[in-house]
């Protein structure tokens, strides 16, 4: 009797999350399969969860690693609220992931490692699988581990190195449930193992079996496809946010024609940008590892001083650490990036979790009168952009330069169009000329208060800069109390006129009406979603996205104007808030916060917004 055929059911968009143990590989496929479906057309964006833990015990809830992805026909602008589909490759990764998968969603799972050990340190007290209690889902139950290892058999491979593989299994049934090739995967073997010929096999082998067990067992009723979605024309790559930032930065050293120096110490969840730029010595990238954050940040300033695009990366802590050395650069008025990929705290806090809640201490957190240009990254594409625009301004103006990414903007990714070099904004430094007669280390432009970049080694520009206050002009060491007056002011004034070089603020939605979304960070694409969902519904509602923080666009006071009510979203207590309320005490603000070391999700911001629409 013929096999009945499956029926193919199109779909605008998915979520897909990969789970199980820190060894199991679910990072891996995560990627195989969000760049599978770049490749095959689908637009994408995704975030990887990390356990906090160093080395949790095997099948424990601290230690499950996972994987999101989220692809559609559609422009996809968050990684997804629930999952349309999990893979659980433990009792473990199934429970602490089951809260987030959607009634009816499919749930796929390896039998295997369902023993009745595992299930107790997962912390359930009966099998999931045959209690009932997954009754409301679609669960694919298969002895994934003991099929891997059929399937290799008659290579000889031994069994640990077969278990390894089993994510290549999963990976199969995944392909063959969405209708995606796999000759993308195939090639990744073959550059990955090209000296191991037959841990290619091995992969493609079992990634083949995971394929044909879909295709037979009658449990997988229907497939799907998501069309490709429709872009506008250019070069592609599934990028992060930590590498977007990386590539900013040189975008910005070749068009400046500074050369670009990174000084930083490793630190979760900003490592990768160090590890990104060090690829890159062929394009004049100068980067360095220092024994801690304080010699990463001074070693930037010293770079800075003789004339190259300095930069340093970092987490909350470190930025704590740098503080000091952020105000030697204010004082000698030097260019200096500094990249905050925000994580979970106080203190240590959540290492690998997400949070927003650096603004304050980006704003304020220096000892003195310490005022630094401030910007925010919205998501991985969008962290490429701002990172040329800062590196553009702190050069341009010759003041450190804060960038605030978030873990999930780091870790996170999406589609970004390469552009031309030559296509982004110029980069003009003030560079000071050899032998002006006229030049004085802090003579100012007019306009903006621009000091010259006067390179050591330039014929007559030999000058002296330090941490002690200047004599205006002249810049030598002075403790009047009417210059110092003078130079704080300067110095403020300065970052404040940078407002007259930045775009105005946009309002996304309604442009006038009864409710403005304030949001900041990567809130910006679940904040959009409800917006939309709410004007479906009749409201008028906007959301103003800021991406310039100090100074606020200039237009903030009109854009705040325009709607009855503000609601200002954070991932942290109302960080924003309180500094509107200082900059624009006009204006009523109510606010919504999570500090969760998770994004919202797009249901609890419309419900939210539903109830300030109907408060009187």
């Not at 949790?56 to 349309?84: E, M, W």
């Not at 997962?122 to 290892?149: F, Q, R």
């Not at 040189?250 to 990174?262: D, H, K, T, Y």
Request: proline share 6%; aromatic share 8%.
């Amino acid at each position: 009797m013929a096999k009945k055929p499956k029926q193919v059911v199109d779909l605008e968009d998915i979520v897909v999350k990969f789970v199980g143990d820190s060894g199991d590989g679910m990072q891996l496929i995560g990627t195989l399969f969000s760049e599978t479906a770049a490749l095959d057309g689908n637009d994408l964006a995704t975030f990887p969860d990390f356990p906090a833990e160093i080395r949790a015990p095997q099948n424990t809830v601290a230690g499950v690693s996972g994987y999101q992805v989220h692809i559609g026909r559609k422009k996809i602008l968050t990684t997804g609220d629930f999952c349309d589909v999990l893979v659980a490759m433990n009792p473990a990764s199934l429970k602490s992931n089951l809260k987030w998968v959607k009634k009816g969603a499919s749930i796929i799972v390896d039998t295997d490692t369902f023993e009745q050990s595992t299930i107790e340190k997962a912390g359930y007290k009966t099998n999931p699988l045959e209690d009932g209690s997954l009754d409301t889902y679609h669960v694919i139950k298969a002895p994934i581990t003991t099929m891997t290892k059929d399937a290799v058999k008659h290579m000889g491979i031994d069994n640990k190195t077969a278990d390894k593989s089993k994510n290549m299994f999963i990976l199969g049934i995944l392909y063959y449930m969405f209708n995606k090739p796999l000759k993308n995967t195939e090639a990744f073997f073959n550059i990955k193992f090209k000296k191991k010929p037959e841990i290619i096999e091995l992969n493609k082998t079992v990634l083949h079996a995971g394929y044909n067990f879909a295709d037979t067992i009658e449990v997988i009723s229907s497939t799907y496809t998501i069309p490709k979605a429709t872009m506008e024309k250019g070069k592609y790559r599934n990028i992060t946010g930590n590498i977007a930032v990386a590539w900013g930065l040189i975008a910005a050293s070749e068009r400046s024609g500074r050369p670009l120096f990174l000084g930083s110490y490793p630190i979760t969840p900003a490592t990768e940008i160090l590890m990104e730029l060090a690829k890159h010595k062929s394009l004049g990238v100068k980067v360095f590892q220092a024994e801690d954050e304080i010699a990463g940040v001074c070693s930037a300033i010293g770079a800075s001083f003789t004339g190259s695009l300095a930069a340093t990366s970092t987490s909350g802590p470190g930025l704590s650490l740098k503080s000091e050395a952020i105000g030697l650069a204010v004082m000698t008025e030097l260019p200096l990036v500094i990249v905050d990929v925000q994580r979970g705290g106080p203190s240590t806090g959540l290492p690998t979790k997400s949070e927003q809640s650096d603004l304050l201490q980006a704003l304020f957190g220096r000892n003195g009168e310490c005022p630094v240009i401030v910007l925010s990254a919205s998501t991985p594409a969008n962290a490429f952009y701002m990172a040329y625009e800062a590196a553009k301004l702190s050069m341009e103006h010759m003041t450190p330069c804060i960038l605030l990414s978030e873990g999930a903007i780091g870790f996170g990714s999406e589609l970004f169009k390469i552009p031309q070099v030559k296509d982004l904004p110029a980069i003009k430094p003030p560079l000071a000329k050899p032998n002006d007669p006229d030049f004085k280390p802090f003579l100012r432009d007019a306009e903006t208060l621009v000091r010259k970049w006067a390179i050591p080694g330039t014929e007559g520009l030999r000058h002296r800069v330090g941490g002690l206050e200047k004599e205006n002009i002249m810049g030598t060491v002075s403790t009047d109390p009417q210059n110092h007056q003078l130079m704080t002011d300067l110095r403020a004034n300065k970052v404040e006129k940078v407002a007259n070089f930045i775009p105005e603020q946009e309002i996304y939605g309604d442009q006038e009406g009864d409710l403005l979304v304030v949001s900041w960070g990567s809130t910006k694409g679940a904040i959009q979603y409800a917006v939309d969902e709410l004007r479906t519904q009749g409201k008028k509602v906007g959301q103003a996205h800021f991406h310039y923080i100090m100074p606020l666009p200039k237009n903030t006071t009109q854009v705040l104007s325009k709607f009855r009510k503000i609601l200002v979203c954070e991932l942290n207590s109302g960080q924003f808030v309180y500094y509107l309320r200082m900059l624009h005490p006009e204006f009523r603000y109510q606010k919504y916060n999570k500090v969760q070391g998770l994004p919202f999700v797009v249901n609890e911001l419309t419900n939210k917004f539903t109830e300030i629409l109907k408060e009187e």
